[in-house]
Nanobody
Framework: QVQLVESGGGLVQPGESLTLSCAPSITIAGSIFSILMGWYRQAPGKQRELVASVWNGGTTNYADSVKGRFTISRNNAKNTVYLQMNSLKPEDTAVYYC????????????WGQGTQVTVSS
């Protein structure tokens, strides 16, 4: 069974940077080009929210709260998605989840287990 494996979380001080990465444990059947890759986060007591997503052609979408600070990218050859997080703030503290939304041959969502990001002085 496919699992998404995230790495790169940790504890940092405000203003510092982190890079998250995510890849499936085994190759996903179907074309990688039909997968929308994204990152979500969930802070304590809050709903899970979309942080950023990237289509195969490079079209990206960001939450307003992270625009200009976070950058999402993907490497199709490695089936990997990255989230570069700069100028981190305490309000970025959350569990970050990787998501692969497959659109073909059928709609299906793959999720990672989550990685903790804590921003604190």
């Amino acid at each position: 069974q496919v699992q998404l494996v995230e790495s790169g979380g940790g504890l940092v001080q405000p203003g510092e940077s982190l890079t998250l990465s995510c890849a499936p444990s085994i190759t996903i059947a179907g074309s990688i080009f039909s997968i929308l890759m994204g990152w979500y986060r969930q802070a304590p007591g809050k709903q899970r929210e979309l942080v950023a997503s990237v289509w195969n052609g490079g079209t990206t979408n960001y939450a307003d709260s992270v625009k200009g600070r976070f950058t999402i990218s993907r490497n199709n050859a490695k089936n990997t998605v990255y989230l570069q997080m700069n100028s981190l703030k305490p309000e970025d503290t959350a569990v970050y989840y990787c998501n692969f939304h497959q659109t073909y041959p059928m709609a299906y969502d793959y999720w990672g287990q989550g990685t903790q990001v804590t921003v604190s002085s």
